[in-house]
């Protein structure tokens, strides 16, 4: 709620961030849907010619690299199809157990001592990622793309801004770098994921020292500790905020999903989100240079 003062300015930018975060706050206390992360994931590890899963430690070792698909192949499978193996890539190695055949006449104490004798093995392996030519069939069909103006010029406008990278299967900002790290926007279930995405990893930028210098980035945190679940609720309220400045408003539910996760470690006090809420002002002024509007002016109530 506002004093009668501020009920009596005229509308602002200010009224958009209230409105904002009343909604937040609503569909908190409602009950929120499951988060879920809007770009797809690299998938099960695979052989791209065979299709089989790998099994065992082989699906986790393959699983922990970070490629847009997680389709492998060998370097002789490479060249059947036509294609090669990129100079200087390394291959993973993906290990089998070896157990010498039973031969013809063997009786079963012979059988049982080969049984005893087999011993691990191991191949190399390439992800398509690092091979060359590979035939289009073989290759998952990215989705089409398109640029949504509003967004664009959130970001083009915003002054002082972090480098922006397209590569692996995470997003994040890497605070030394001053780098916003994220996956392709074909990956993305949808544009407006994409930039929803990017903005939540815009708003972690602005605590950097060279810009608002907030303790939950200038600071190192623990994952899942106060600071880190706040300004993670900080990254993302602000996310809502310029969801609704750009007319992308198709993500609020995995938004407010996601701050969901995070209450829940701070013990849902609702009273962190309107601290956070300040916060996201004074971060989203930032990315709109805003330098107009005072912090002073945060949200109330």
């Not at 004798?117 to 998952?140: A, D, S």
Request: aromatic share 8%.
């Amino acid at each position: 709620m506002t004093d009668n003062k501020t009920a009596d300015k005229p509308r602002t930018q200010i009224d958009v961030y209230e409105l904002v975060t009343q909604k937040i706050i609503k569909a908190l206390e409602s009950g929120a849907v499951p988060w879920q992360k809007p770009w797809a994931e690299a998938g099960v590890p695979r052989n791209l010619i065979s299709k089989k899963p790998y099994r065992g430690i082989n699906l986790l070792l393959l699983g922990m690299e970070e490629y847009e698909h997680n389709l492998f192949l060998t370097f002789e499978q490479a060249n059947g199809i036509g294609g090669k193996v990129s100079k200087g890539a390394k291959g993973h190695v993906v290990v089998y157990w070896h157990a010498p055949k039973e031969q013809e006449g063997q009786d079963q104490a012979d059988t049982e001592t080969e049984k005893k004798r087999g011993f691990l093995r191991y191949y190399k392996v390439f992800n398509i990622g690092q091979c060359e030519n590979i035939p289009e069939r073989f290759i998952p069909t990215p989705r089409d793309t398109n640029d949504i103006p509003s967004c664009e010029s959130v970001i083009e406008g915003m002054t002082n801004k972090p480098k922006i990278q397209h590569k692996g299967t995470k997003a994040y900002y890497q605070i030394d770098k001053d780098c916003i790290i994220m996956p392709k926007k074909a990956s993305f279930a949808s544009d407006a994921a994409y930039y929803s995405t990017l903005f939540h990893e815009l708003i972690h930028s602005t605590g950097s020292d060279k810009r608002l210098a907030r303790e939950g980035i200038t600071e190192m945190s623990e994952f899942g500790d106060a600071k880190y679940s706040k300004e993670e609720l900080v990254a993302e309220i602000g996310t809502c905020y310029l969801q609704s400045h750009t007319g992308i408003v198709t993500e609020f539910d995995n938004s407010v999903a996601y701050m969901q996760g995070w209450l829940g470690v701070l013990k849902n006090d609702k009273r962190l989100v309107l601290a956070a809420a300040r916060e996201a002002q004074k971060a989203v002024d930032f990315v709109l240079n805003l330098s107009e509007v005072s912090n002073d002016t945060a949200t109330e109530t």
